[in-house]
Each structure stands twice: as structure tokens, then as C-alpha cells.
């Protein structure tokens, strides 16, 4: 079991790893060695995270998620797979951290009267200027 936070943990059978060849520069390390990490997570048949976090998690997964509800994480910024292992495991864990704690509740505001007055007194003056452009009706 991975804990993630306090009541929140995922069984390590839940995630299923993948070792990828990583692109870009490195030679002959990056053409016979597989070190990058594609973790995969079930997040639509996952039974241990509680419904709020999972729908939480989905919004913050974007493109992440897949259309089978697979939340994907490759790693790839390290030269062992070790490393690249234990990299994408905490960038999960990171975010199923963020999406267990609950958004703060938006107060709801009015605009001061300074702001108010402001914005009608800058509407007056645009207004006078557009009516000097105007036409005179003596003409």
C-alpha cells in the first residue's frame, strides 16, 4: 500500500507499469535501455479513493486521462528506471494529494462604490467624447 495522505492510500496491484525506451538525446543508452516509466492508474474501476477525489482527480488529470478512465504518467526525467519509477509514483501521489483537499468555497462579493463610481464616471466621459463626433441636428 502507498500512502498518499491521511485515510488515503492506493494498493500497489492498482498500478500497472510500463518500461518505454525514452526519446531524445543519450546515444546508445537511450536505443537499448528502457528507462522511461508509463504508470498507469484505473481510475474509473478504482474502489479505494473516495467519489469526491476521484471526480476531483478527473478534472485535474486533463489530457492525462484516457477515454478507458486510465490516468497516464510517463516519467522519463531520470537516466535509471529506478529513478523514473519512484518519480512517477510520487507525481500521482502529488496529485491525488492536491485533489483530496476540497476547493475553498468562493464568497461572493459586490463592487466597492469607489470601483462603482469609477466605471459609471469613465462611461460619461467616453459617452461625451462620442457626442461631440456626432452630427449637430442645426445643421
Known amino acids: 500500500m502507498i500512502e ?8 500497489e496491484k492498482d498500478l500497472r507499469l510500463d518500461f518505454i525506451r525514452s526519446a531524445g538525446p543519450g546515444g546508445q543508452n ?8 508509463q504508470l498507469r492508474f484505473d481510475l ?6 473516495p467519489e469526491a477525489v476521484r471526480r476531483r482527480l478527473t478534472t485535474l488529470a486533463g489530457r ?3 477515454a478507458a478512465g486510465e490516468l497516464i504518467i510517463e516519467a522519463r526525467r531520470y537516466r535509471t528506471q529506478g529513478a523514473n519509477r519512484q518519480d512517477a509514483i510520487e507525481r500521482l501521489a502529488g496529485l491525488i494529494r492536491s485533489a483530496s483537499r476540497p ?5 461572493p462579493t459586490k463592487p466597492s462604490a469607489a470601483s462603482r463610481h469609477k466605471r459609471l464616471e469613465s462611461k460619461r466621459r ?3 467624447t462620442k457626442s461631440l463626433r456626432r452630427k449637430s441636428v442645426q445643421e
Not at 498518499?4 to 494498493?11: K, Q, T, V, Y
Not at 474509473?44 to 479513493?49: C, D, P, R
Open 30 to 37: 537511450v536505443n537499448k535501455v528502457s528507462t522511461a516509466v
Open 103 to 107: 476547493p475553498r468555497a468562493r464568497k
Open 44 to 49: 474509473a474501476g478504482n474502489e479505494t479513493l
Open 4 to 11: 498518499i495522505a491521511p485515510g488515503i492510500s492506493i494498493d
Open 64 to 66: 492525462r486521462l484516457n
Open 126 to 128: 467616453r459617452a461625451a
